[in-house]
Structures are given as structure tokens and as C-alpha cells.
């Protein structure tokens, strides 16, 4: 009887000892998954602004895990120092490869920034014309055209009306993004506007014969229209 005991005793404390050691086996290679597969990736240690920029010190290296991760996050910091940003970068957010930019892009050629099936048309503005000179790209305008009086008609008046509303700005003068310290304000003469293809003899044909005016959208969205 005493050896049934010892035996079926024996035979529970080795199911014991084999859950235990199968349960410990388990999670050793749950965690011994996870860390051969955490990678390097290169994350922002504070904000860093359109434009901006990137230094090393703004950046830090941490590890995370490789499933799911971004194809183009960028792995070290040397292939992100020295380059600018081409939308603003979060605190803690990875920094993906197509979000900076070399130096050369910065200005990048207008073509790029035109939508498909948009032109590129430029206007020639004084300091009134052109908002005292506030107007910047990415900012939106209505194009007002100032037509005279036909000669010999004394009792009519300059009529101004809307020729074109909403209308995208792509750059003031040479200068294609917002004026900041990398890029100085500078005066213009010039605006190019992103037009319809069958708005741009309207606008050419505006500018050459008659006067044109600029008037400014503004960039604050209503609480209502964000909700």
C-alpha cells in the first residue's frame, strides 16, 4: 500500500515538474522571440518643424519590435543629420525616409508642387497687390481683376469683380516655402498661382491688360469645421 503511494505521489510530482518546466520553456522562447526580433530605429527626442533643420541632437536611437514596422524608417541618425524636414515630426515619432529631405530639395522645382491636371501661372504684384507683401506659399488667394471704364465714357466707374477664387499660392517670387531662419523674408514682385488649365488665359490675359488684386484666404480652420 505505502509503495502505491510513493508511486502515484512520484507520478504527480513529475506531471508537476513537467508543466513547470514546459510552462518556463514557453515563455523563455516568447521572450527570446521578442528580442531577436526588436530593431534600431531613429525617433525624435522633441518637435522638429517643416523646414527645419535636423540635427543629431534632436534625434535618439531606441529599439522596437520589428513586426509591423515601417519599411522606411530610417535606422541611423548619420543618414538623417543634416537634412530638413518635409512635414512636421512629433516627439518620440520615427522618422521615415520619404519625411526628410537633402538641402538641394528644399527648394525643390515648382513642377513638383503643381497637382496633376493644375498649371503654373505667374502674376507680377506690387506691395498692394500682394497683401504688403504677407502673402506666403501655401496660402490661398481670390484673384480680383480691375477693369477701367471704355474711353470717351465719363460717367462709369473702375469695376473690380472675382476672376478666379481659392486659388492655391505655389511660391512669391523665388521662394517656395514659408519665410523662417533658414530662408529670410525677401520682397517680391511676383506670385505663381496653381490654376485650371482653362483658367490660365483668363489670368494671363488679366495681368497683361488690366489690373489684378490679391485677396487672402485665412489659414484658421472654424471649431466648427474640424469637428
Known amino acids: 500500500m505505502r509503495s502505491k503511494i510513493i508511486f502515484i505521489a512520484a507520478?504527480?510530482?513529475?506531471?508537476?515538474?513537467?508543466?513547470l518546466f514546459f510552462n518556463y520553456m514557453?515563455?523563455?522562447d516568447q521572450t527570446a522571440t521578442v528580442s531577436e526580433n526588436m530593431v534600431e530605429v531613429v525617433v525624435a527626442k522633441q518637435q522638429i518643424q517643416r523646414n527645419q533643420q535636423i540635427q543629431s541632437g534632436m534625434l535618439e536611437v531606441k529599439?522596437?519590435?520589428?513586426?509591423?514596422?515601417?519599411?522606411?524608417?530610417?535606422?541611423?541618425?548619420?543618414?538623417?543629420?543634416?537634412?530638413?524636414?518635409?512635414?512636421?515630426?512629433e516627439?518620440?515619432?520615427?522618422l521615415l525616409s520619404h519625411r526628410?529631405?537633402?538641402?538641394?530639395?528644399?527648394?525643390?522645382?515648382?513642377?513638383?508642387?503643381?497637382?496633376?491636371?493644375?498649371?503654373?501661372?505667374?502674376?507680377?504684384?506690387?506691395?498692394?497687390?500682394?497683401?504688403?507683401?504677407?502673402?506666403?506659399?501655401?496660402?490661398?488667394?481670390?484673384?480680383?481683376?480691375?477693369?477701367?471704364?471704355?474711353?470717351g465714357n465719363d460717367k462709369q466707374i473702375?469695376?473690380?469683380?472675382?476672376?478666379?477664387?481659392?486659388?492655391?499660392?505655389?511660391?512669391?517670387g523665388?521662394?517656395?516655402?514659408?519665410?523662417?531662419?533658414?530662408h529670410p523674408y525677401a520682397e517680391y514682385a511676383t506670385v505663381t498661382l496653381e490654376a485650371k488649365p482653362e483658367d490660365v488665359p483668363k489670368l494671363v490675359n488679366a495681368a497683361d491688360r488690366f489690373k489684378i488684386g490679391l485677396a487672402l484666404y485665412s489659414r484658421i480652420v472654424p471649431d466648427a469645421a474640424k469637428k
Not at 513642377?111 to 504677407?134: F, M
Open 11 to 19: 507520478l504527480i510530482m513529475g506531471l508537476v515538474t513537467t508543466f
Open 91 to 94: 516627439t518620440g515619432e520615427i
Open 63 to 89: 529599439m522596437v519590435p520589428s513586426l509591423g514596422l515601417h519599411p522606411q524608417s530610417m535606422k541611423s541618425i548619420k543618414d538623417a543629420e543634416g537634412k530638413f524636414a518635409d512635414a512636421s515630426i
Open 100 to 151: 526628410v529631405k537633402a538641402s538641394k530639395d528644399e527648394a525643390a522645382v515648382v513642377a513638383k508642387k503643381i497637382k496633376n491636371g493644375y498649371r503654373a501661372v505667374s502674376v507680377g504684384v506690387n506691395i498692394v497687390q500682394s497683401v504688403s507683401n504677407l502673402i506666403e506659399p501655401d496660402d490661398y488667394v481670390d484673384v480680383l481683376v480691375t477693369i477701367p471704364p471704355k474711353e
Open 158 to 172: 473702375d469695376a473690380s469683380t472675382v476672376l478666379l477664387s481659392n486659388v492655391h499660392v505655389l511660391a512669391v
Open 26 to 28: 514557453k515563455q523563455y
Open 174 to 182: 523665388r521662394r517656395m516655402v514659408e519665410s523662417d531662419a533658414e
